[in-house]
């Protein structure tokens, strides 16, 4: 059962242009959503978070947009640039059942920004 | 720079042979994680200890263990690898998990069972 689900397996967009990644959920508990990034040979690396409180959070060109209700968030990235090239990956995490510890994470989505 | 460092990047063993693969830290974080990640899949927690309390995932095998001597320190071992055991490991850190805070990860080492 895949509680956190990244149905686009690739994107491809232009330098310059938004990229917009998007992920579901099913686990209404999930109250901690993340984005992590993974370059090839290298470990995730930790891009952005909210928390079930907002709807939104923005870092530089990297926004989070979070819709309880839908169970569906979404990375927005503008502009994009070819260093932004990497798998990213959604990950959610619950507060209570004391499983807080346990990030679930989708399988991720390859962006690729085009000159 | 302060960091999660997985030694070695890459480890090739045989069949049944035992392996143990390395993490430290130097964020003097509580929590450390072990992930298993296969290709084209989602990370999969197999433990993770905060401190020295270890805590196992139900349904991470028997072969799999992990020590934790110190706080810096968490090695992950397999007793019998098998061929479905060829994976990327992540080693993960977390200050606490009481409050909402990113895991940071290791560069993992790759796994391959001859």
């Known amino acids: 059962d895949q509680q956190v689900k990244q149905n686009s397996p690739s994107l491809s967009v232009q330098e310059g242009r938004i990229s917009i990644l998007n992920c579901d959920y099913t686990n209404s508990m999930f109250d901690y959503f993340l984005w992590y990034k993974k370059y090839p040979a290298e470990g995730p690396t930790f891009l952005i978070s909210i928390s079930s409180i907002k709807d939104k959070n923005e870092d530089g060109r990297f926004t989070v947009f979070l819709n309880k209700s839908a169970k569906h968030l979404s990375l927005h990235i503008v502009p994009s640039q070819p260093g932004d090239s990497a798998v990213y990956f959604c990950?959610?995490?619950?507060?209570?059942?004391?499983?807080?510890?346990?990030?679930?994470f989708g399988k991720g989505t390859l962006l690729t920004v085009n000159p | 720079d302060a960091m999660v460092i997985q030694n070695p990047r890459y480890q090739v063993t045989q069949f049944g042979k035992p392996v143990t693969l390395s993490c430290s830290q130097t964020?003097?974080?509580?929590?450390m994680y072990w992930y298993q990640q296969k290709s084209s899949q989602a990370p999969k927690l197999l433990f993770h200890y905060y401190d020295k309390d270890f805590n196992n995932e139900a349904d991470t095998p028997d072969n799999f263990q992990s020590r934790r001597p110190n706080t810096s320190f968490c090695f992950l071992d397999i007793r019998s690898p098998g061929l479905g055991d060829a994976a990327m490991y992540l080693c993960?850190?977390?200050?606490?998990?009481?409050?909402?805070?990113?895991?940071?990860f290791g560069d993992g080492t790759r796994l391959s069972i001859l």
């Open positions: 990950a959610a995490s619950s507060n209570s059942g004391g499983s807080n510890y346990k990030l679930t």
């Open positions: 993960a850190t977390s200050r606490d998990y009481r409050l909402n805070q990113p895991q940071h």
């Open positions: 964020l003097n974080h509580n929590v």
